[in-house]
Structure formats: C-alpha cells, structure tokens
C-alpha cells in the first residue's frame, strides 16, 4: 500500500440528547483513516483514528470500527475503562460516560491490528466526548443569610455564584440570575457580570429598607444556563433588616389620670403607664422615669406608679411643688398632684437615646377622717331686757378633711327647750347663736345651751359644746307694799323719834330698794322716814 494513501470508513452512530428523557439520533460519521504502508513481519505505527460521541450513550453502544479488512484482527493495546473493540475492528461504549467526570474531554487509547502473529499495526483512537446539557446550575448552598442594617444603601453589592460543570453554552460561562419572588416592592435589583469562565450575580439594593415597615425578605433567585432546553439552579437569600434606634418611645397616653384615697398605705398601686417603642432588641428596651418627689415613685422597668409616702402623715402638705391647691365641688374634694414622666430608649447609650415625655394627674380623695373643732366661749350673757336677734354669742368652726367631709351642721342636744336662742347661722367658718324671744331671769336665770356639730361625711362625725347663758337683770319690776294701806295711833305725849308705825315692800329685781315717799299730816309736825324700812318719825 502507497505510504500516502488513505481509508475511508464510514460508521453509525447514535447520539442521545437529555438526561431526564432520552432522544436519539443515529448519524453517519465517515471517518478517514490515513494510513502508512505497514512492513510484514514487524510493527508499523499506523495513523490516528478520531471519534466524536456524546457523553452519556448506553454501554455497548457501537461509536466506529477500526479499519476494518479482511484478515485482520483487532485488540486493546492499552488498558481503558471505558471502550472495548470486538474482532471486527467496532469499538463499543464499555460504560456510560459521564463527561463531567472527566478530566479531559478526549479519551485516548491504543489499537492493535493484526495480520499475523509477527505483522501488526498499532492505531492511537482519539473520542472526543461531546457534551449535554445534563446539569443544572448549583450554588453553594440552598439558602444564604445575608444582614442588612436599616436605611443603609451599600456601595458593594452582594455577590451570587452558581456553578454548571457542563461545558460552553451548558455551563457556567453562560448563566444568567434572576430574582424569581420576595422583592414584590422592588428593594432590590440583580444583574448578571462575567468574568472569564463564570458568571455571578450581583445583588443590589436600590433604596432604605426601614425596618419598622419590613422586617426580613426571603428573595428567591433563579441562575439559568443557556442549554436546550435550559436547566435552572434556585437559592433563597434571607435578608435580614437589623434595628437602627430611629423611634422613640412613644406613651400610649399622652396624660394619665388616676385617683388615690388619702389613707391608701405605702406601696399602693396608683397607676400603670406603659411606652411602646417600634425598634427591637437593646433600642426598644425602655426606662421609666419621672419628676423627683416623696409622695410616688415610679419602677424604671414596668413603668407602675405607686405611693411611697404616707398621705396622713405629712407627705401630702410636704409636696408644694407638684401638688396644686385642693379644689371642691358638691359632691368631692379633690387635691390633685401633676408629675412630669418620661420613657427612654437605650439606656446608657447617651446621644443615641430617644425618649418621649407624657404627664401625671393624681387626684387625692379626702377621707372623712376629722371631727370638727369648734372654738366657742365656756359662758355667756344676756341682758334680759337685750332686744330679739341681739348676738349672744361666736363659734367657730373648721374641720382638717376636705369638701363635703368638712360641711357642718348644728343642732340643739339639751338648754334651748324653750326656743329663747336662734340656730347657730354661719358664714364660712364662724357661726352665731342669737336671742330668738325675750328672756325673763326671774323665770330662768340661765340656759346651759348644748350643741351637736356634725360634719358632712358618709359616716359623720360628731364635737360637742356646751356654752352657759347667763342672763342678766334688768329693772322691769316695781316695788310691793306688803299692804294696801297702814293705820298707826301716837300720842301726843310720845317723845321726838318715837315709833309711829312700820311698813315693807319687796321687788323682783335684784338689788336694795331705795324708798321714797310723799305724804301729808293733818298736825303740822315734821315726820321722817327711816331708808330701809317706811318707819315714821313725827317731831314736835
């Protein structure tokens, strides 16, 4: 055979698209075998023989025959796992070939042909393994976190790779990434870079995420290869929007309003004011204050206000500065106490606290816990000649309780049985007690005027006071003969300063009687007339 001359064979072979569902189609490769002249009776180096097959075909599966002639016969002359040759000259898929796992694309292995036992040509048989698009795009992970701080737009985008290890178009020198779900409002953006041998994702965001309004994101993206059909490969990216302490507290009332007993003990629950903040974590943690007294304190933690300090003891009157002046209506007294409060974030993080600031109104309810004090004089006088409505005497009256626990009333427990004196009436705290009807101290020479003072309270109490009247005489009375008319006999011989006759009066009144009379003789001596009693002394 000339040194240049050259074969042609032509063989069948089948290739088979797709690893899910298998599609064949039988080809006619012709293959051209240059071949040298092979000596008799020693070994020639023949020419290379090349196939192109794709990966994947059924082991067995014939992919070309080796210049096939008559007389000849065929073996391996180098070991490979993955060919066989029959005697014919075929050479048959051994295994299925996986291109991937492959660290060359070409599998080369050595022919023998023989034509006797001292003449054989040995053939190197180069296959190039074609590949399909039998794998999908995989990332490193199923799922990547990713954190995100709060209204920050970062300058780096976050970089996405996914790895095909099918070649070209099939492989990762062709991918494209898409966000398939989660970014409904359009945070982000993504877009596909190359660089030689691979692609990557480059995920963006595009404006401030606040947190309050979106906490997380759980974006789904999708890398494509360009095969045909494509194959995909699916990573979930969990964005997580970490807290900036951009709110502050916030009182759920603005001004709280509450209501304690004046006799409440120490330690009594008052009120419960409560802050909300937006932020999470240390910026949401809240402390409670409020303005420095000693009547309520309020917990740093739980923002209760609870009472620190007796009310009865003093405490109350020793809080001018928050406490306003008691106020009253018809039905209540009210003492009202007003506290500035405040919640704050981050404690101990100064300049980055926030705090927001609200107000107390505490009203104290009085208790009846008083008796009314009553000031009158232990004694009095009237003159019983003094006129009707004349002042008799003052009372005054005040009671430590507030509102209608310090409403009084009087009343008359014994001394006014006969109505000589008038109800006490009253202006604010002073109380007057007049003459209603004449008094006569020769009929009643004094009254023993006791009163009931009750205050206004559901379970009143009760002062009593006792003031004596004395009443004072007037001359409203005249003088009494003991008798109509007196007779009395003298003789003319009785001396000077003799006794003629006695007379006696009385009167009412207190006091000594003066007399004085007017009468006429019929003999012209000179009588006189002794003061204390009406003797008559006629001179001669």
């Not at 951009?246 to 008052?270: C, H, M, Q, W």
């Not at 006490?424 to 006791?450: G, H, I, M, W």
């Not at 002062?463 to 109509?484: E, G």
Request: charged fraction near 20%; proline fraction near 5%; glycine fraction near 6%.
């Amino acid at each position: 055979m000339p040194s240049n001359s050259h074969h042609r064979y032509t063989n069948h072979s089948r290739i088979t698209t797709s690893s899910s569902v298998s599609s064949s189609i039988w080809i006619v490769l012709t293959i051209i075998i240059f071949q040298s002249f092979i000596p008799p009776a020693h070994c020639q180096q023949g020419e290379k023989v090349y196939f192109s097959i794709e990966e994947n075909l059924p082991s067995g599966e014939i992919i070309g025959q080796v210049n096939s002639q008559q007389g000849y016969t065929y073996e391996l002359a180098t070991n490979t796992d993955y060919f066989t040759i029959d005697q014919s000259g075929n050479i048959r898929t051994k295994i299925r070939i996986d291109r991937e796992s492959l660290n060359s694309d070409e599998i080369k292995f050595v022919v023998k042909q023989s034509a006797s036992q001292s003449s054989h040509v040995l053939r190197e048989v180069i296959v190039t393994i074609i590949d399909l698009n039998d794998n999908s795009p995989r990332f490193t992970s199923s799922s990547i976190n990713y954190t995100l701080s709060e209204n920050e737009v970062p300058e780096q985008p976050f970089t996405l790779t996914a790895t095909d290890p099918d070649a070209a178009v099939n492989g990762s020198s062709s991918l494209t990434y898409t966000i398939v779900s989660g970014n409904e409002d359009g945070y982000f953006g993504l877009t596909t870079t190359t660089e030689p041998g691979q692609k990557y994702g480059k995920l963006t965001v595009l404006q401030a995420i606040d947190r309050e309004d979106v906490a997380s994101f759980h974006l789904l993206i999708r890398a494509v290869d360009g095969g045909t059909p494509a194959r995909s490969g699916d990573v979930t990216v969990n964005v997580r929007i970490t807290d900036l302490n951009d709110n502050p507290p916030i009182f759920d009332i603005s001004s709280y309003k509450a209501v304690v007993l004046e006799n409440a003990t120490v330690g009594t629950r008052v009120l419960q004011t409560r802050a909300s903040d937006e932020d999470t974590g240390f910026n949401s943690a809240i402390v409670y204050s409020m303005t420095p007294n000693i009547l309520f304190q309020i917990d740093p933690d739980t923002g209760e206000i609870t009472l620190q300090s007796s009310l009865l003891e003093g405490g109350f009157s020793a809080e001018p500065t928050i406490c306003k002046s008691s106020y009253c209506n018809t039905t209540l007294c009210l003492a009202v106490c007003v506290l500035e409060i405040e919640a704050i974030d981050q404690e101990g993080r100064g300049s980055n606290q926030l705090q927001d600031q609200g107000s107390v109104r505490i009203t104290i309810n009085d208790i009846n816990n008083y008796a009314p004090t009553v000031s009158a004089p232990k004694t009095a006088t009237v003159s019983e000649d003094a006129r009707t409505n004349t002042l008799i005497f003052r009372m005054t009256v005040t009671d430590a309780d507030k509102g209608p626990n310090a409403d009084f009333s009087f009343s008359y427990v014994s001394g006014n049985s006969l109505g000589h004196f008038t109800n006490p009436q009253c202006f604010s705290k002073y109380c007057f007690v007049r003459l209603a009807a004449p008094v006569d101290k020769e009929q009643v020479p004094s009254y023993n005027l006791t009163f009931a003072v009750r205050d206004g309270g559901d379970a009143p109490l009760t002062t009593y006071v006792s003031v004596l009247v004395t009443v004072l005489d007037a001359n409203d009375h005249s003088p009494v003969f003991s008798a109509p008319s007196y007779s009395a006999t003298v003789s003319e011989l009785d001396p000077v300063d003799s006794y003629v006759a006695a007379v006696t009066a009385t009167d009412a009144d207190e006091g000594e009687l003066a007399y004085s009379l007017s009468f006429s003789l019929s003999v012209s001596s000179t009588c006189s007339i002794d003061d204390l009693q009406i003797i008559i002394i006629c001179l001669y």
